[in-house]
C-alpha cells in the first residue's frame, strides 16, 4: 500500500483511510486494486489488460479514456536514464495521468504551490489518478523497476509540459516500502 510523506511536515502517513482522503484532498483518486488471484503480474500485456478489464472500463467510462498499455521497467531497459528523465522533472499534462502498479515500486511527487510537496510512494496493487494540471513529477525507487497499467485520453499518449519554476531539483526520491531493504547504515533511498 501506497505511503505518503509530507518533507516540510516530517509527517507519514500510512493508514489507507487517511492516505486515501489525503490525496481526495488534492483531488487525487487513490485505490487498491486487487492482486491475489486475479492474474501473475508477470503475465503478457494482453492478459494483464483482460484480467482488468472491468477496471479499465470503469475508468474509461468515468474519465474519458480511450486506450489502456503496460509498461514494464527494468533496470537493464535500454535508455532508461533518458526515459526517467522526462518524468523527473516538475511537469503537468493536459490530461489525467493514471497508473495501476503491477509490480515495483516509485515514487509520485506532487507540489500544490500553495501548501507543502508531499510524495506518493506507490507499489504493487496501487491504482493513482493525478488531475490534469497537477504540478507534479514521477522517480523510480533505488531497484528501477516498475509495471503498470497506463490509461490515456489521447491514443498518442501524453506530453509532459515541463515548468521553468519547478521544484524537484530539491527533493529525493525517498522510498522506504516494504520492499526495500536498507544496506548496513542506511535509512532509504
Keep these: 500500500m501506497a505511503i505518503v510523506t509530507v518533507p516540510a511536515e516530517s509527517r507519514r502517513i500510512e493508514d489507507a483511510g ?4 489525503f490525496l481526495a484532498s488534492h483531488g487525487i483518486d487513490y485505490a487498491r486494486w486487487p492482486l491475489e488471484d486475479r492474474v501473475d503480474p508477470a503475465a503478457p500485456a494482453d492478459t494483464i489488460l483482460a ?8 475508468l474509461k467510462r468515468r474519465g474519458g479514456f480511450v486506450t489502456a498499455d503496460v509498461v514494464d521497467v527494468y533496470p537493464d531497459t535500454p535508455n532508461l536514464g533518458a526515459m526517467l528523465d522526462k518524468f523527473n522533472k516538475e511537469h503537468t499534462h493536459t490530461e489525467d495521468e493514471v497508473r495501476f502498479i503491477l509490480q515495483g515500486r516509485g515514487v509520485f511527487h506532487i507540489n500544490p504551490v500553495s501548501r507543502p510537496v508531499f510524495a506518493i510512494e506507490v507499489w504493487s496493487g496501487d491504482m493513482i489518478s493525478v488531475p490534469l494540471g497537477t504540478r507534479h513529477w514521477f522517480d523510480l525507487c533505488a531497484d528501477r523497476r516498475i509495471r503498470a497499467i497506463r490509461l490515456f485520453q489521447d491514443v498518442s499518449g501524453w506530453t509532459p509540459h ?7 531539483a530539491g527533493y529525493e526520491p525517498l522510498c522506504f516500502g516494504p520492499a526495500w531493504i536498507a544496506p548496513a547504515g542506511r535509512t532509504g533511498t
Design 18 to 21: 487517511e492516505i486515501t482522503a
Design 162 to 168: 515541463y515548468l521553468s519554476d519547478g521544484v524537484h
Design 51 to 58: 484480467a482488468y478489464a472491468s477496471e479499465i472500463d470503469d
